[in-house]
T-cell receptor, first 112, second 111 residues
């Protein structure tokens, strides 16, 4: 059972470039989340989804977009990358809001 | 405005002794609290949780205490082991809400 899988693990982007961070889960969880963690800071919610076709903004959504066409996949799109988006990105999933989250191993993104 | 606060960035403890990690929150609507553990280059993993209707939950070496009147919870690890060295995140949520995380406390357990 793979759990939550994130790709790539590392990426360096130039300012203004775009990329998609991939996240897939095989636990048939309805809820999926994207968090970012900056050095010395907690995890901040970017976007979340309560099911296929439904997404909503979290605390820090600016500069990002998401889609949820299937239960398994929840990609995070960065358009026009900026240095402020240098961070570690974590995808997570849960069966419902009452359950704890299962996290992926993260994507470390550097924008130069 | 931080709703979940972990005011100690780091904690160092001798192997075999007790580790106490603290967390304060400001939102009285939170009904569920969780602790996550994170090793370098890995995602956080769920450790233990507590509902707001309880004041204690125990799981092996890990115990979480909740003081609702003080809006304070703590994680006790007894006895501490070197493998417990990690960053510990406190998290809280309201009913049907998303988790809100603290900044984390880095625990170092020295042999």
């Amino acid at each position: 059972n793979a759990g939550v899988t994130q790709t790539p693990k590392f990426r360096i982007l130039k300012i203004g470039q775009s990329m998609t961070l991939q996240c897939t889960q095989d636990m048939n969880h309805n809820y999926m989340y994207w968090y970012r963690q900056d050095p010395g800071m907690g995890l901040k919610l970017i976007y979340y989804s309560v099911g296929a076709g439904i997404t909503d903004k979290g605390e820090v959504p600016n500069g990002y977009n998401v889609s949820r066409s299937t239960t398994e996949d929840f990609p995070l799109r960065l358009e026009l990358a900026a240095p402020s988006q240098t961070s570690v990105y974590f995808c997570a999933s849960s069966y419902s809001a009452e359950y704890g989250y299962t996290f992926g191993s993260g994507t470390r993104l550097t924008v130069v | 405005d931080q709703q979940v606060k972990q005011n100690s960035p780091s904690l160092s403890v001798q192997e075999g002794r007790i580790s106490i990690l603290n967390c304060d929150y400001t939102n009285s609507m939170f009904d569920y609290f969780l602790w996550y553990k994170k090793y370098p280059a890995e995602g956080p993993t769920f450790l233990i949780s507590i509902s707001s209707i309880k004041d204690k939950n125990e799981d092996g070496r890990f115990t979480v205490f909740l003081n609702k009147s003080a809006k304070h919870l703590s994680l006790h690890i007894v006895p501490s082991q070197p493998g417990d060295s990690a960053v510990y995140f406190c998290a809280a949520r309201r009913s049907q809400g998303n988790l809100i995380f603290g900044k984390g406390t880095k625990l170092s357990v020295k042999p």
